[in-house]
């Protein structure tokens, strides 16, 4: 609308309004409208002007409007795909890298396994039939196909573990706990370790879980038989748990060779393992299936350690939330949550 329609429209708008009020406003005023034609015209002249200018001004005002919110649309529309477009960049990135990660520690397995079944081929064509030179060789090959084999038995569970669907249960973690902890100290290597179980009793025992009692079982027994592995014979073991946060925190912990802080956020990959590690038999997938368990029940791992002096590894899960396979992945350097206000754990030596 012009400038001057505007200011006429809006001078008869605020003069009828005035002498409207005025005439409401003082009961002494008597106004004969049929004696006062101006007065008659006036209101026609503002009905008029109303009428015929307001809605006109109306739908422009509501055209403005829609587009204004038309443009607070396709801006926040435009920040949300930038948004999503750069989570889903960071997400490739990740899973590039992690995939070049997994691909180079795949090949660096490998490649020790290949030359010696190499070599001993190598061996075997030149050995005579039956020769000791041909029984070593033949035994060479043999335990780096058993490696092969071990190495792919592994990667094979961590994608079952990964993809499964969980058979949810209520676990009683307390006994899974116990029956982990006899089986390792009856095997041989167990059988010359210090062992201590402490599960709380009073004022109530540990609650029970719903879990995948086969999985869990794997990621708790793949705890034990690494604080068991890389100890020596005398040092001690100790496995706990307790209540903390709505949830149940299991640890394990050993005074084994430990793992340098450099090292330690990386131990839960695929096929990593620490330096001190060497001269241990095992490919370095036991903490990964440890980590697929649990975040794949809504859970997080822990870890500690100090060189010398020993590693305590451990997880939380939630008491009764149901596992999602979606459920963000979390690791921490720590210890595993102690409990709350829970119950005190009742020592079993060994």
Same mark, same amino acid.
């Given at each position: 609308?012009?400038?001057?329609?505007?200011?006429?429209?809006?001078?008869?708008?605020?003069?009828?309004?005035?002498t409207?009020?005025?005439?409401?406003?003082?009961?002494?005023?008597?106004?004969n409208?049929?004696?006062?034609?101006?007065?008659?015209?006036?209101?026609?002249t503002?009905?008029?002007?109303?009428?015929?200018?307001?809605?006109?001004?109306?739908?422009?005002?509501?055209?403005?409007?829609d587009?204004? !919110?038309?443009?607070?649309? *396709?801006?926040?529309?435009?920040?949300? %795909? #930038?948004? /999503?477009?750069? +989570?889903?960049? &960071?997400?490739?990135?990740?899973?590039?890298?992690?995939?070049a990660?997994?691909?180079?520690?795949?090949?660096?397995?490998?490649?020790?396994?290949?030359?010696?079944?190499?070599?001993?081929?190598?061996? !075997?064509r030149?050995?005579? *039939?039956?020769?000791?030179?041909?029984? %070593? #060789?033949l /035994?060479?090959? +043999?335990?780096? &196909?058993?490696?092969?084999?071990?190495?792919?038995?592994?990667?094979?569970?961590?994608?079952?573990?990964?993809?499964?669907?969980?058979?949810?249960?209520s676990?009683d973690?307390?006994?899974?706990?116990? !029956?982990?902890?006899?089986? *390792?100290?009856?095997?041989?290597?167990?059988?010359?370790?210090?062992?201590?179980?402490?599960?709380?009793?009073?004022?109530?025992?540990?609650?029970?879980?719903?879990?995948?009692?086969d999985?869990?079982?794997?990621?708790?027994?793949n705890?034990?038989?690494?604080?068991?592995?890389?100890?020596?014979?005398?040092?001690?073991?100790?496995?706990?748990?307790?209540?903390?946060?709505?949830?149940?925190?299991?640890?394990?912990?050993?005074?084994?060779?430990?793992?340098?802080?450099?090292?330690?956020?990386?131990?839960?990959d695929?096929?990593?393992?620490?330096?001190?590690?060497?001269?241990?038999?095992?490919?370095?997938?036991?903490?990964a299936?440890?980590?697929?368990?649990?975040?794949?029940?809504?859970g997080?791992?822990?870890?500690?350690?100090?060189?010398?002096?020993?590693?305590?590894?451990?997880?939380?899960?939630?008491?009764?939330?149901?596992?999602?396979?979606?459920?963000?992945?979390?690791?921490?350097?720590?210890?595993?949550?102690?409990?709350?206000?829970?119950?005190?754990?009742?020592?079993?030596p060994?």
């Open positions: 609308m012009p400038g001057p329609a505007r200011f006429a429209v809006v001078a008869g708008l605020v003069g009828g309004a005035v409207l009020l005025t005439w409401w406003l003082t009961p002494g005023i008597t106004v409208v049929a004696a006062n034609p101006a007065l008659v015209t006036a209101l026609l503002m009905l008029v002007i109303v009428v015929g200018v307001v809605p006109g001004w109306w739908r422009r005002v509501g055209r403005r409007h587009a204004a !919110l038309a443009g607070q649309r *396709a801006e926040l529309t435009a920040r949300a %795909e #930038a948004r /999503e477009a750069a +989570a889903r960049s &960071s997400v490739e990135q990740r899973l590039t890298a992690e995939r990660r997994l691909l180079g520690r795949i090949d660096h397995e490998l490649k020790n396994p290949v030359m010696a079944t190499d070599l001993a081929l190598g061996r !075997l030149a050995a005579q *039939a039956g020769s000791a030179e041909a029984s %070593e #060789a /035994e060479t090959i +043999a335990t780096q &196909s058993g490696r092969f084999a071990a190495l792919l038995q592994s990667l094979r569970k961590i994608t079952d573990v990964e993809h499964r669907e969980l058979d949810l249960e676990v973690l307390a006994g899974l706990l116990r !029956l982990v902890h006899d089986e *390792a100290q009856g095997t041989a290597a167990g059988a010359s370790r210090h062992w201590t179980l402490a599960l709380p009793q009073a004022p109530w025992p540990l609650p029970h879980v719903t879990a995948d009692h999985l869990l079982y794997l990621a708790v027994h705890l034990v038989d690494n604080a068991v592995k890389y100890t020596r014979p005398g040092d001690r073991i100790e496995i706990r748990a307790a209540e903390s946060s709505g949830g149940v925190s299991v640890e394990v912990a050993d005074t084994g060779s430990g793992i340098p802080d450099a090292e330690v956020a990386g131990v839960w695929e096929l990593s393992r620490a330096s001190t590690a060497r001269g241990v038999a095992g490919q370095g997938l036991g903490l299936l440890v980590r697929s368990v649990v975040q794949r029940h809504g997080r791992v822990a870890l500690r350690s100090r060189v010398g002096t020993g590693t305590s590894a451990g997880f939380w899960l939630p008491q009764s939330a149901p596992a999602t396979r979606d459920a963000a992945p979390t690791t921490t350097p720590s210890t595993p949550a102690p409990a709350d206000a829970g119950p005190r754990p009742q020592e079993k060994a």
